[in-house]
């Protein structure tokens, strides 16, 4: 098993102080390895440390990370400047994931959640409503996925 196979296990298992220690050491000897710097964000986001998480993903990005992990890099960026209350930020990462992984739906919800933040009240609720109608199994939403996407984008509107 790698380092990094490693220290992945240790952030599953529950062990996130030691996975970031040996994150922290495979960094110094492999300043270049972006899945490094993206498993130590991943590491302090999940142990609520935000603010920390933030340049280990830019650096993980900005050295050509690629595929699932750049698409959850992006996301896991874009969410952590939302709950940082840096709603600019958040949007413009979470605007990069739609538009580099157009099919991957939870940028979308993440999205949402910003555009709530920033009281782009109705854009949020109709993003929210398309997700839902283009993706539950529910058979009663399944059943009125039209309506739903139909209204989604009419929420304010009264009908005479």
């Known amino acids: 098993m790698s380092q990094l196979e490693q220290a992945i296990r240790l952030r599953q298992e529950g062990k996130t102080q030691e996975a970031i220690e040996l994150l922290h050491t495979m960094a ?3 300043p ?3 899945d490094v710097w993206y498993q130590l964000a991943w590491a302090h986001d999940s142990l609520g440390l935000e603010r920390q998480a933030v340049p280990y993903y830019e650096t993980a990005l900005s050295q050509g990370l690629t595929g699932e992990d750049r698409a959850g890099a992006i996301l896991g960026l874009g969410s952590t400047y939302r709950t940082l209350g840096q709603y600019e930020q958040a949007k413009k990462w979470l605007e990069t994931g739609m538009e580099e992984f157009p099919e991957q739906r939870e940028f979308e919800v993440f999205y949402a959640m910003v555009l709530y933040n920033t009281g782009e009240h109705a854009e949020a609720m109709k993003r929210l409503l398309v997700q839902l109608a283009d993706t539950s199994s529910d ?3 399944h059943d009125y996925h039209k309506a739903i996407r139909f209204y989604s984008g009419q929420l304010d509107r ?3």
């Open 28 to 30: 110094e000897k492999e």
């Open 32 to 34: 270049g390895n972006a």
């Open 139 to 141: 058979r009663g939403i």
């Open 158 to 160: 009264i009908w005479e």
